[in-house]
């Protein structure tokens, strides 16, 4: 064998083995043919020896040599075991780092969970009206009226509007009236119901909508007169346990409708929302209304049509408008019907007036500025983690340099910190859960928030919720480890790490990114708060305080108003009692007026209040010119008194004694009063006259005295008992009814408040780890200065001056946005502030001491140390 | 989960019990060429090895460098508890048939 020793297997055949094996059975198998090539060698000769190794080379080749990974036992454990190294790495730094990793988790989660309420808020708004099967079929109709002051836009539309669709267009497979019911009394035997939430519906409207029945059979439940079908609770409350089909609730004393259907719980995503239908055929227009059900002009009814499948809505549409001006026909109004798909109904109505009660809008601006309040505070929470994260690298760069070393490369490293990030996110999306659960109560009271209640409806939206946040934890992740995994391990281990200009130059644009969102999102709440404060103050031109509206049946009315009024005055606590149509929250009539010699074609519409000689002074809105109605004149049932914007618009020189034929009276004008706001302040105010009632009306306005409310109502109650009997006393006062108007606005100043509350303590967290960590690495630098002779007020300005400089930057690049947003928001008010210097100023002042204050802790102790400490090692 | 056992994996296994703890590819090759005078290639016993690893019914172990083979180290197999069991069974499998043929069969030879 020696002398032979010196040949060798052909080494191509060597190479060409380890080019088709590159797994650890290699080796022993190479050893294996050499071994037989010198076997060969001995009992062959040499040529032979090696076709037979080439030969071997070339069988070897199968699935175990081709393998990268055959050993079952190297393939099962190495990637996991690293994972397990990552983890277990991961726990140990968040471990050593207390102080940052809960300001990481803790941001993010505030960040997750409030962009998880804004979702379910969202959410739930855009999910009106979905659930019913045949909803992209159902149109609501709607009216424009024309005028040469521009169109008017209205939900309602006249009762024979939806009978007459029936009948005369194709492509309609059902059309239904919705009324609302005013107030009736309900009584079950002798116990009477204060009810509100109840519509005339007509025989089909159960048909059309997916309003689902318990009992009863939604084909024919409202198709006779005197039929009521009511909800689940209603039953319980008439009926109590007992079964309320083909019972009985006495209506107005007069009549008896009897329980056709029983109604599930209604979805609380419906743009109606109502306790009792009553069937239409039972509907009897009221005394003293001048239209019938025959009318065009009345739009006081909600009409819904089904279409047929699959037909053209505009064609369908134009119908509508042929029949419409066919029946409708004024000089100067130019009318138009429009079919709003239901879909869009909830989140489409803003340009709609006379919506009706129990029906129910949301803003689309309140959900994208949401959202988009969701997106920043996400965006806030990321970047604080991203930079804690990458300030925290220069402590890990031994353990990045060791595992360099050891032959980690950069993907590794890369996938080692994506891995510790999604790690810290999933521990802060469940952090964010038991935030939301513990949240629940505040947001369901005091910004009407219904978060989801059941764990199931949370674990449906679970993957949804662990996919956003691994994103967040890649996305937030994504930077930390680039420049991680950039690091030189020499440089590394040799102690000399810095991240570069470019690094801290980026951590600072982050910074002041964040800042600019705080800035904004403060000023916007004082702008908010502010508009809110100014409504609130507003002088609307009358009296508001003090003021209770009692709520009374027209016959009641009529029967017991003397009764009422001079038992009412004769307690000192009561003021002033005044008979009213209409509460000044919004609502008002509204009728044609044309000055009388003027062709019938120059028509305005007034709106207009019935009330008595009292309501002047109970208001207190001011007289400008003539005299308000007395009682002392009996002509003044003909009389009318204008408001000052009537009067311009009008253009009428000499108000006083003007002729004006108004709803189809002829009235002379004898007083002017001045401008009140008698609409919410989103609009301008509309010309309104005032007369005597007509009609009964269904108002007391009570002026009462200051201070003990209560017991002034207590006697009210007693007398309301012994004169009206039975009707329950409904009192609302009047500033209450006021503010209602303005709820939406109420519930995004909550909503902005608490979101930019948490949008600014996120900031600061970030802030505060920041600071933490770079008057760590200052250290040394102030131990120098002191020693050399710098005061403590000295060395705060050095540690604090770059963040100041940070946030003034941040709030300079604010304002321009806060100018755009704020005076965008303001303009939809018809009455608004203007954007004032202070706004932007206190937000940024309110900014910067919040950041002084969470600085203040680590720079003060720093600049307290003693220099020897730090100084010591070098 | 039931494995089977080929014939020539069988001879391969019980080479691997023979050769106790010195089992390696090329000593198995050598055995079957010698012992049972057949023509076999390497690459075959080692696939056979491999196979019976993943079984279960061998276990490999790679041993200590040595000056021989340029210093590339062999990799030893040793027959598992399963591998004996298999063999086991195989073996009584057999000695049943056996059993079974009657004696003049064999006479008559």
């Avoid at chain 1, 294996?32 to 080749?61: C, G, M, P, Q």
């Avoid at chain 1, 116990?191 to 318990?214: M, P, W």
């Avoid at chain 1, 009992?215 to 006779?224: E, F, I, S, V, Y």
Wanted: hydrophobic share 45%; aromatic share 10%; net charge positive.
């Amino acid at each position: 064998m020696s002398a032979q020793s010196n040949i060798l297997p052909p080494r191509l055949a060597d190479r060409f083995f380890r080019f088709y094996c590159k797994n650890d059975l290699a080796e022993s198998i190479l050893g294996d043919l050499h071994e037989r090539f010198f076997d060969d060698l001995e009992k062959k000769t040499a040529s032979k020896a090696k076709f037979n190794y080439w030969l071997n080379v070339i069988r070897f080749i199968n699935r175990h040599t081709l393998n990268r990974n055959n050993n079952p036992n190297y393939r099962r454990s190495n990637n996991s075991a690293m994972l397990r190294n990552y983890l277990l790495i991961t726990l140990r730094s968040l471990l050593k780092n207390k102080g940052y990793a809960s300001i990481n988790i803790l941001g993010l989660a505030v960040g997750l969970a409030s962009c998880m309420i804004i979702f379910f808020y969202v959410t739930k708004e855009l999910s009106f009206d979905q659930f019913h099967t045949k909803g992209d079929r159902i149109y609501r109709v709607t009216n424009t009226f024309t005028r040469t002051s521009g169109p008017i836009y209205w939900a309602r539309t006249p009762p024979a509007l939806a009978p007459s669709i029936r009948s005369g267009i194709s492509g309609i497979e059902k059309s239904t009236r919705l009324r609302y019911a005013d107030d009736h009394t309900y009584a079950v035997g002798d116990r009477i119901f204060n009810q509100g939430n109840v519509f005339y519906a007509d025989s089909v409207f159960l048909q059309i909508f997916d309003f689902e029945l318990k009992a009863g059979d939604k084909n024919t439940a409202l198709n006779n007169p005197n039929s009521v079908v009511i909800t689940e609770a209603m039953a319980t409350k008439y009926f109590g346990d007992e079964d309320p089909m083909g019972k009985v609730i006495s209506f107005d004393g007069r009549r008896s409708l009897q329980v056709t259907g029983v109604l599930k719980p209604l979805p609380a995503n419906s743009h109606i929302t109502f306790d009792m239908l009553i069937s239409f055929e039972t509907y009897v227009v009221p005394d003293g209304y001048l239209a019938d059900l025959n009318s065009w002009g009345w739009a006081g009814f909600h009409t819904y049509i089904l279409t047929t499948p699959n037909v053209d809505v505009a064609t369908i549409n134009d119908q509508i408008i042929k029949l419409y001006n066919e029946n409708f026909n004024r000089a100067n109004i130019t009318t138009s019907t429009e079919l709003q798909p239901l879909h869009s109904i909830y989140l489409e109505s803003g340009k709609y007036t006379n919506v009706g009660e129990s029906i129910h809008t949301g803003t689309k601006s309140t959900i994208y500025g949401l959202s988009l309040v969701a997106v920043l505070i996400m965006v806030i929470a990321g970047f604080n983690f991203m930079n804690l994260s990458t300030a925290l690298s220069l402590s890990r760069g031994k353990e990045i340099g060791i595992r360099k070393v050891m032959g980690a490369v950069k993907g590794r490293i890369v996938f080692q910190f994506l891995t510790e990030s999604v790690v810290v996110s999933l521990i802060s999306l469940t952090v964010a859960f038991v935030l939301i659960l513990a949240s629940q109560s505040y947001f369901k009271e005091q910004l009407d928030i219904a978060l989801p209640s059941s764990l199931s409806e949370y674990l449906t939206l679970l993957p949804l919720f662990i996919a956003a946040t691994l994103l967040v934890g890649v996305l937030s992740g994504s930077y930390p480890s680039a420049v991680l995994s950039a690091f030189s391990p020499i440089a590394a281990l040799g102690g000399k790490l810095k991240t570069g200009k470019a690094g801290a130059a980026l951590r600072n644009a982050l910074m002041v990114f964040q800042f600019f969102i705080s800035v904004m999102l403060i000023a916007g709440s004082i702008v908010i708060v502010s508009q809110m404060n100014f409504i609130r103050n507003k002088s609307l031109g009358f009296d508001k305080e003090n003021v209770i509206k009692v709520q009374v049946l027209r016959e009641d009315m009529a029967k017991h108003h003397n009764a009422l009024k001079n038992r009412f005055e004769q307690h000192s606590q009561v003021l002033k009692v005044s008979m009213c149509s209409h509460g000044l929250d919004g609502s008002s009539s509204s009728g044609p007026a044309t000055l009388v010699g003027a062709p019938e074609d120059e028509a305005y519409q007034l709106a207009y209040y019935q009330t008595d000689d009292a309501f002047l002074e109970l208001t207190g809105i001011e007289l400008v010119e003539g005299r308000f109605l007395s009682k002392d004149f009996l002509s003044d049932s003909a009389a009318m008194i204008l408001n000052e914007t009537a009067v311009g618009i009008m253009e009428l020189e000499q108000p006083l004694g003007t002729k004006i034929n108004f709803n189809r009276i002829e009235r002379t004008v004898i007083g002017v009063v001045k401008d009140f706001h008698f609409n919410s302040l989103h609009s301008d105010i509309a010309p309104l006259a005032i007369v005597r009632p007509f009609t009964n009306t269904e108002l007391l306005l009570i002026k009462i005295a200051p201070g003990n409310v209560a017991e002034t109502l207590s006697i009210l109650e007693n007398d309301w008992k012994s004169i009206v009997g039975a009707s329950p006393f409904d009192v609302t006062f009047m500033d209450d009814g006021i503010q209602q108007m303005y709820e939406q606005e109420e519930k995004l100043a909550g909503l902005i408040n608490v979101f930019s509350g948490l949008a600014v303590i996120l900031a600061c967290l970030g802030l505060y780890g920041l600071v933490a960590f770079s008057v760590q690495a200052k250290l040394k630098e102030v131990g120098i200065r002191k020693v050399l002779g710098a005061s403590v007020e000295k060395l705060l300005l050095v540690l604090s001056k770059k963040f100041i400089l940070l946030i003034i930057i941040a709030n300079v690049m604010a304002w321009p946005m806060i100018y755009y947003l704020g005076d965008m928001w303001l303009n939809s008010f018809a009455y608004r502030i203007e954007m004032q210097w202070w706004m932007y100023a206190s937000a940024g002042l309110v900014l910067l001491l919040i950041a002084l204050i969470t600085i203040s802790n680590q720079t003060i102790r720093a600049a307290l140390t003693n220099p020897v400490k730090v100084l010591r090692n070098e | 989960m039931k494995t089977t056992i080929g014939e020539f994996e069988e001879i391969v296994l019980l080479l691997v019990a023979a050769q106790h703890n010195e089992a390696y590819g090329l000593s198995i090759t050598k055995a079957i060429e010698e012992k049972l005078k057949r023509s076999v290639t390497m690459s075959s016993v080692h696939t056979a090895l491999y196979r019976l690893e993943e079984k279960g019914f061998v276990q490999s172990r790679v041993g200590g460098a040595t000056a021989e083979r340029g210093g590339r180290r062999k990799r030893f197999f040793v027959i598992t508890a399963l591998g004996k069991a298999a063999l086991k069974e195989s073996r009584e499998a057999r000695n049943q048939l056996w059993s079974m043929i009657p004696q003049y069969v064999l006479e008559i030879g």
